[in-house]
């Protein structure tokens, strides 16, 4: 099992920055790729970004290449996602995942945590 706990969501004006953060606990070996999603009501969970367990590899979303940074700290468990030049179409719970490989598909990531609200005024 592993546990995610999402944390630094809050309120911005465009063209603002956040930075989200994700630690993880338990059996955090079993689970190495983490992802972030973002839902809004209505819509589906849709990928933001993933980092393989090395950093590695990194995948973006094209809505977000160029101003999201996805990272991680091993050391910590925790995995990051800085946003720059957030736009009100970014407002959305963002969510991350853990999962065995890194893909940009939701299912294939085993552990979620609770989410955390990003709000972005115009």
């Known amino acids: 099992q592993v546990q995610l706990v999402e944390s630094g969501g809050g309120l911005v004006q465009a063209g603002g920055s956040l930075r989200i953060s994700c630690s993880a606990s338990g059996r955090t070996s079993s689970s190495p790729a983490m992802g972030w999603f973002r839902q809004v009501p209505g819509k589906e969970r849709e990928f933001v970004a993933a980092i393989s367990w090395r950093s590695i590899f990194t995948y973006y979303a094209d809505s977000v290449k160029g101003r999201f940074t996805i990272s991680r700290d091993n050391a910590k468990n925790t995995v990051y996602l800085q946003m720059n030049g957030l736009k009100p179409e970014d407002t959305a719970v963002y969510y991350c995942?853990?999962?065995?490989?890194?893909?940009?598909?939701?299912?294939?990531?085993?552990?979620w945590g609770q989410g955390t609200q990003v709000t972005v005024s115009s």
């Open positions: 995942g853990a999962g065995r490989t890194i893909v940009r598909a939701s299912v294939g990531y085993d552990y």
